[in-house]
């Protein structure tokens, strides 16, 4: 029998706030880390995952992968893969760890990154990348994925399975349209608050020269810096740009409403994270009263029932899924059904370190098996840490290019792993 | 300089599981557990509290305290004490760790326990139980423990001033009508759902000989089998007695809705964690079709976010504060200033372990100091390892007695803390 075997847990730390590369009104310094988990199969196959964080805390999500190892190990690997959505639902069910959050917090996304990493597993195991793999199966078997509980009385399993049949037809052109042009990106590299205007305009400069006509910049220093921010870069790249604006929940809701309408002046697509996630309320204030401006959120959204509740009262415009917040694939899977259910346009959230290489695999499922469109639809780009990689992304003319190569797209250089390891390796000593 | 010193941090667990006690539809096994933290000032000073979980993952809670235990050595204590407030904010504000919530799961119920801990070192600096600490604080400071980032559109500082200086009238009286009367208690010892039949009535025979006069039973077994039991139970205690129902979370919105329509003709106080903890329209669907049974919830919501949601919302009737699940006292302050703006009355919850020693102090301070009222409020009641702790509650009559002792409650035997430890204690070897 082919069983799981003992986990590899590494914590990796970036030293990113050296130079404010990811600064923003909340997160002043982060340093870049992945709680990092290599499964292994006693066939000797191996899937590759990591929790995202921002510094310290790191070892707490690796002590939380240790805790969900001990559900994994033993099991057998070609029963989880046959029943994917078992597999998810064994781990989240969990009646003791599940206290920790509940769905929520350091042990969600450390099963998160255990699911995504048993993907990565099943991705390599059938030679796809993990959006190949994912849009070959039916939607039986992509609804099968789906938690329902706590979903049923806005999204039961029938109703997944009807938006993933009408989405069938058209999956092969789909696909061929995404090999041959790439997903829109926007990039968030030029706007970190913790950048010079010099800086910031020179990465805006930059970013329209690699073909990106949709920037991000961060707000929430101050309503007058904030103003003449947006102003200096809508002046420099003109009109026929898309700006957004992310205030990583610094504002309360008066304050947000105030802001996006000074800002609103100078031409916003979207403002994001207005306040703090967990008010949906909240937001469904500040949505009213700055339409046409979207708002926009995802990325610290605990799990598909704050989702639901989100997307059903209208009160997210823009849905920015994250890979590695949620438990994995499979509650991702039910965000993006909530999200085309309720016609909210899917804009993953990226940047970090892997996210991008991660959650790109998620947009182009999305785009060819359940929301059918690319349309008003971008996945966020900032330039750094892909070196890391074993497979970085490619992001040209401003569209990401579908990966090829099997899995997820998860998987550390070992060089990186042994240089980064916190706190003994050789950037750290 | 009095300064924090490194904490001592244990993994604490009792094997419950054995005899089933603490059994619910989602937690069918618990182990009742604490990571336990003794903070040390370089006076020689010390207090002591924890986190509550029911098993696997304490170790995860034990790596999440000594995360915490980064940012506090080394700060001044006496400043510390000064303004808890802003300490509370420091650690819930620590930009790196707040990734991890933000203000939920593993990393937030650690920062609750320390902060939880430094309050009970203080209340010993001043020879008070902490409710009469609490108590006798000025409504400015009370006010100013309160974290008001993100509650600003429903609660102000202001806000908090007025109702507390509504509250100061009588606040002597009410304390001496407290020593006097005690605070009125419910148990939930008869109704945990591993019991047999006959367990669940010999254990309600009991309560009512102990001088109970409200019982709660666990449901979400399945409907036929929670009508029987609630059936039996009102058929046996009589209508003199109130019973509220606690579905931990087991129902989907239309089977909580059908569910309490068919046990309300029992005659039923409230229906506890009907759904999900992070549904607040859920709630409120619920709360609309089933009343005037009140929907009750709050031992897993995350933070005063959410509460303050379900709070203004009327999602809720019964607002149930936990000691371990949130930012400690100051986050505990703000919900019972969100309760008692909406006129919610607050009914802890209770039991696992010590949370009984804990949440007392916090139900007797809303008493005295917040909402001035006993009335439609019961802390709960299960009489369960009070046996391990130094200050174990006094339940006489159906009612807690108001604890005298300096501190907040938490401290365990020496030997407790010796003979559970995991997995090297003798329990557990």
Chains 1, 2 share one sequence.
């Not at 590899?8 to 909340?26: C, W």
């Not at 196959?45 to 969900?68: Q, W």
């Not at 060089?415 to 916190?422: C, K, N």
Request: aromatic share 8%.
């Amino acid at each position: 029998m082919n069983k799981f075997r003992p986990f590899e847990v590494h914590d990796i730390r970036f030293p990113t706030s050296r130079s404010l590369d990811g600064s923003d009104a909340m997160n002043r310094d982060p340093d870049y880390s992945a709680a990092y988990v290599v499964v292994r199969a006693s066939s000797g196959e191996v899937g590759h995952s990591f929790v995202f964080t921002i510094g310290r805390g790191n070892e707490v999500s690796v002590a939380a992968l240790r805790a969900v190892e001990g559900l994994v190990v033993g099991l057998d690997v070609d029963e989880a893969l046959s029943d994917m959505g078992a597999f998810g639902r064994l781990l989240t069910h969990d009646s003791q760890l599940r206290w920790l959050g509940p769905e929520k917090g350091v042990v969600h996304m450390a099963i998160g990154a255990v699911i995504n990493a048993v993907w990565d597993l099943f991705a390599r195991r059938r030679g796809l990348p993990l959006w190949r793999l994912l849009a070959s199966l039916s939607p039986a078997e992509v609804a099968g994925l789906v938690d329902f509980r706590h979903l049923s009385d806005t999204l039961a399993y029938d109703e997944a399975v009807d938006i993933l049949e009408r989405a069938s037809a058209g999956k092969d052109e789909r696909e061929r349209r995404l090999l041959g042009e790439g997903y829109p990106a926007y990039t968030t590299s030029p706007g970190w608050l913790g950048y010079s205007d010099e800086k910031m305009l020179a990465l805006s400069g930059a970013a329209l020269a690699q073909g990106f006509g949709h920037l991000k910049l961060k707000v929430g220093a101050g309503m007058d810096s904030d103003a003449r921010r947006v102003k200096l870069v809508r002046d420099f790249v003109g009109q026929g740009v898309r700006i957004s604006v992310d205030a990583n929940q610094a504002w309360e809701v008066a304050e947000a409403i105030e802001a996006v309408e000074r800002l609103a002046r100078y031409g916003i697509e979207w403002v994001e994270e207005p306040t703090s996630p967990d008010d949906i309320a909240g937001h469904l204030k500040v949505a009213r009263a700055v339409a046409p401006v979207k708002v926009a959120t995802g990325e610290h959204i605990a799990n598909r029932v704050v989702f639901k509740q989100l997307l059903s009262s209208q009160a997210i415009g823009v849905c920015q899924i994250d890979a590695c917040r949620v438990a994995g694939v499979n509650e991702n899977v039910a965000i993006l059904l909530l999200a085309a259910k309720f016609g909210v346009p899917v804009c993953p959230h990226a940047g970090g370190v892997g996210l991008c290489e991660v959650v790109q695999h998620l947009a182009m499922f999305d785009y060819v098996a359940v929301s059918g469109s690319m349309e008003g639809r971008w996945i966020e780009y900032v330039d750094h840490l892909h070196e890391h990689f074993a497979n970085p992304v490619r992001v040209e003319g401003g569209r990401y290019r579908p990966p090829l190569r099997p899995g997820g797209g998860a998987e550390m250089l070992t060089g990186t792993l042994e240089d980064f390891a916190f706190p003994g390796g050789v950037v750290w000593r």
